[in-house]
């Protein structure tokens, strides 16, 4: 299971674009990008996922350059109801298990 | 559309007792996964099931039993609780392919 590297924490102020990267520097040819967010006291939540170049949602981009040994989840405009935990994985198609690490808690200021 | 749904939500056990968490999904996924989640910490994966009847072991699976009898039910199970398996313990499932996992909202475990 490739293991993924993320920073420890990020701050950001509001209406400003937020970008996490991820690294995943042994990720194998069938695994999938994850993003999901966390706020306190719930479960994570789905946020994005894609497996080359860029995908984009209601909610957020994911940048994947051509070596996908890293990912960058963009948040645009965000709002203090962005602080949360954001965490980047990495596994297969048809994988049976999955591996987070420690995430990124992004914290958005006023 | 419940989704994931775990009982209980929060319990307070002793040292040595023990206990069966539930999770219940309604999305007829194959898979069913059971984290613990420390204080500031990431999940990691307990145990998971790729099917009804069967189970395999996580990154920590000591001192917890699970069993998935129903496709739709995953049990995990403390023989005999410790303090450090204090933690929120979330559930998970996954239909596979390139789908994400849906999670329930977690059960809040204290041991005393």
């Known amino acids: 299971l490739a293991k993924t590297t993320q920073p420890i924490s990020m701050d950001s102020y509001e209406g400003q674009e937020v970008n996490i990267t991820c690294s995943h520097n042994?990720?194998?040819?069938?695994?999938?990008i994850t993003w999901y967010q966390q706020f306190p006291s719930q479960g994570p939540r789905f946020i994005i996922q894609g497996y080359k170049t860029k995908v984009t949602n209601e909610v957020a981009s994911l940048f994947i350059p051509a070596d996908r040994k890293s990912s960058t989840l963009s948040l645009p405009r965000v709002s203090l109801s962005d602080t949360a935990v954001y965490y980047c994985?990495?596994?297969?198609?048809?994988?049976?298990?999955?591996?987070f690490g420690p995430g990124t808690r992004l914290s958005v200021l006023p | 559309n419940a989704g994931v749904t775990q009982t209980p939500k929060f319990r307070v056990l002793k040292t040595g007792q023990s206990m069966t968490l539930l999770c219940a999904q309604d999305?007829?996924?194959?898979?069913m996964y059971w984290y613990r989640q420390d204080p500031g910490m990431g999940l990691r994966l307990i145990h998971y099931s790729v099917g009804e009847g069967t189970t395999a072991k996580g990154e920590v699976p000591d001192g917890y039993n699970v069993s998935r009898l129903k496709k739709q039910n995953f049990l995990l199970g403390l023989e005999s609780a410790a303090p450090s398996q204090t933690s929120v313990y979330f559930c998970?499932?996954?239909?596979?392919?390139?789908?994400?996992?849906?999670f329930g909202d977690g059960t809040r475990l204290s041991i005393l």
């Open positions: 999305m007829n996924h194959e898979y």
């Open positions: 042994n990720i194998a040819t069938n695994d999938y």
């Open positions: 998970a499932s996954w239909t596979g392919a390139d789908q994400p996992q849906h």
């Open positions: 994985l990495v596994g297969p198609f048809y994988g049976q298990n999955f591996v």
